[in-house]
């Protein structure tokens, strides 16, 4: 009673092929699939970037904390 058989599963695709058509449906699933494409290539290339050192700037102080001068 609470599941679907592959024949309501089909009925329901039909149905829905025949409200939004074959060529809206193609659309939407490739806007979702280029998405995806670029969700990924956006995760890769963050990863691939070598991370960049803070340099120090000029005239800025470097402030020492109290463990480092009784290291001296």
């Known amino acids: 009673?609470?599941?679907?058989?592959?024949w309501h599963w089909l009925l329901v695709l039909v149905?829905?092929?025949l409200v939004f058509g074959t060529k809206k449906l193609?659309?939407?699933?490739?806007?979702?699939?280029?998405a995806i494409?670029?969700?990924k290539e956006g995760m890769k290339s963050d990863?691939?970037?070598p991370k960049?050192?803070?340099?120090?700037v000029e005239g800025a102080r470097v402030f020492e904390n109290e463990?480092?001068?009784d290291k001296r």
């Open 52 to 56: 960049i050192a803070e340099k120090p």
């Open 1 to 6: 009673m609470g599941s679907f058989s592959i």
């Open 67 to 69: 463990a480092s001068k």
């Open 15 to 17: 149905i829905v092929v």
């Open 37 to 39: 494409k670029g969700f």
């Open 26 to 34: 193609g659309g939407v699933g490739k806007d979702l699939g280029s």
């Open 47 to 49: 990863e691939d970037k």
